[in-house]
């Protein structure tokens, strides 16, 4: 049975379509509040969009093999209509290059074994023999092109990569976010968009002013750059970079911080694009040189970002609305110069690339998912730069934690489990708690 609450996301990217789309199939009243005139017009936009299922600990690797699986089932989850241009995933598999196979590398492998996830271990040799246009030098510890010794060889080897079979990248992370906004509008939901909101007032029960969807509301007031006043009962935070801003709006102090991690992002040409006989370049966590790189359009082109090894200045910013969106010339020179150590092909081109940002808990970089200490108010946030994936099983975790929570129950002590449809696992919803410890992660984008 549906509830009569009405339900505003705050953020209209890919987590917040995702909730959206799941409260509206449950039959929930729901509300996207969006900045930008169309949705995942935010990071969401700049996401490399990259599936795959190597994570430090159980819950994440679950997660991402659900993600993965919805994905690659994109059609099936959206029930579009037949003329509908879609989203796809595409599976050209992923290296994690490792500097040496250590026990945390083979746990990872078992990890994802256990999972289902399809993994193998390639030594150096056998990398070579596979991607032969790329060097198995090793490169660590990672160097500053700035460094006298920069390009003297280190003499060592890699030991070898985790090679995930089946992990692939999504074209396009914004078609993917405006399919879910059709499959959501289907359901019902709707969508506030190209209006900010600048405060959060309400109280914390049932009041007498306004009136929203035939319901009176007043437990949260958005008060929006238009002037207009929007009405709920449930609120949540899906706000992506501005996490932080919007907590603080809502006179929410969460005990877990999110902050903006700026991030560039560069082009370049793929040398090795449809080369006879040869493997196609896959994505490559780069961990041995702190770099990842991926195929993009279809392989022309390769993305290439950073897996911000020791020695990098992290970019952390006050305010999200002072990222500058063009990238730089430093930035530039220091990834292309490490890439062509890995991928000796590569020629240094022009400048192409944008800069976006993590919105990142910096506690251990997994995602806070959670109700709060204000009645109503609910959090998707801090997502670490890695939540594209799971965003659709997300959707569907946030629908059942705000079902459950308004219903009475405690998930502060009593954490609540729930069965993954997909792959049939459980997981424990606490594992997402902002009342946490740290949980063992890279402290990096790798999770
Ligand atoms: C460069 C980069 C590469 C990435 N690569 C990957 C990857 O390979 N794989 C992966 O799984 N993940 C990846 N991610 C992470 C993934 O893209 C994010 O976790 C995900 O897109 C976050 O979605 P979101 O909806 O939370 O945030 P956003 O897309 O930022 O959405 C939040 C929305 O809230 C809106 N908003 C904020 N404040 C207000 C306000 N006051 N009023 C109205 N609207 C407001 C914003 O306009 C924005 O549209 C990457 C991220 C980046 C930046």
């Given at each position: 049975m549906p509830s009569n609450r009405e339900h505003l996301i705050l953020g209209g990217g890919i987590i917040g379509c995702s909730i959206a789309l799941e409260l509206a199939r449950r039959g929930e009243s729901v509300t996207v509040v969006e900045?930008?005139?169309?949705?995942?017009?935010?990071?969401t936009s700049a996401s490399c969009a990259i599936v795959r299922?190597?994570?430090?600990?159980d819950t994440m690797t679950a997660l991402a093999h659900e993600g993965a699986s919805i994905w690659s089932a994109w059609r099936e989850h959206l029930q579009p209509t037949q003329d509908e241009e879609l989203a796809r995933f595409l599976r050209c598999g992923m290296l994690f290059i490792q500097t040496t196979e250590t026990s945390v590398v083979q746990e990872t492998i078992a990890r994802m074994q256990r999972h289902g996830v399809e993994v193998q271990w390639l030594d150096a040799t056998q990398l070579r023999a596979r991607f032969p246009y790329l060097d198995v030098a090793s490169q660590f510890p990672v160097r500053s092109?700035?460094?006298?010794?920069?390009?003297?060889?280190?003499?060592r080897q890699i030991a070898g990569a985790v090679h995930e079979l089946k992990a692939g990248y999504v074209i396009s992370p914004a078609l993917a976010t405006r399919n879910i906004r059709d499959a959501a509008a289907r359901a019902g939901a709707r969508f506030h968009l190209g209006d900010e909101v600048l405060a959060i007032e309400g109280s914390t029960g049932l009041g007498d002013t306004g009136v929203a969807n035939g319901l009176v509301s007043d437990r949260f007031r958005l008060r929006m750059q238009s002037g207009k006043t929007l009405h709920g009962d449930v609120l949540v935070n899906a706000a992506g970079p501005h996490s932080s801003l919007v907590n603080r709006m809502a006179a929410v102090d969460l005990g877990i911080e999110t902050r903006p991690l700026r991030r560039e992002v560069h082009a370049l040409s793929n040398p090795a694009h449809e080369r006879p006989g040869v493997a196609p370049v896959p994505i490559v966590a780069d961990i041995d040189s702190g770099l990842y790189f991926q195929p993009e359009a279809g392989g022309i082109d390769l993305l290439l970002g950073s897996l911000d090894p020791q020695g990098d200045v992290m970019e952390w910013l006050e305010d999200p609305d002072e990222n500058d969106v063009q990238s730089s010339v430093a930035c530039h020179e220091r990834h292309l110069l490490r890439l062509m150590k890995r991928f000796p092909e590569v020629q240094f081109e022009r400048k192409r690339g944008l800069g976006s940002m993590y919105d990142v808990t910096t506690l251990d970089w997994n995602p806070v998912l959670d109700r709060t200490d204000r009645p109503g108010y609910y959090v998707a946030i801090?997502?670490?730069?890695?939540?594209f994936k799971t965003a659709p099983v997300i959707g569907k975790l946030m629908t059942e934690l705000i079902t459950q929570v308004e219903a009475g129950h405690d998930h502060d002590q009593h954490p609540l489990q729930m069965r993954l449809e997909q792959t049939g696992i459980e997981i424990d919803?606490?594992?997402?708690?902002?009342?946490?410890g740290a949980h063992n992660s890279s402290n990096t984008v790798l999770g």
């Open positions: 900045r930008h005139g169309e949705v995942g017009h935010g990071t299922c190597f994570y430090s600990t092109p700035d460094a006298d010794d920069f390009f003297e060889p280190t003499g801090g997502t670490s730069g890695s939540s919803l606490g594992f997402f708690s902002r009342l946490r």
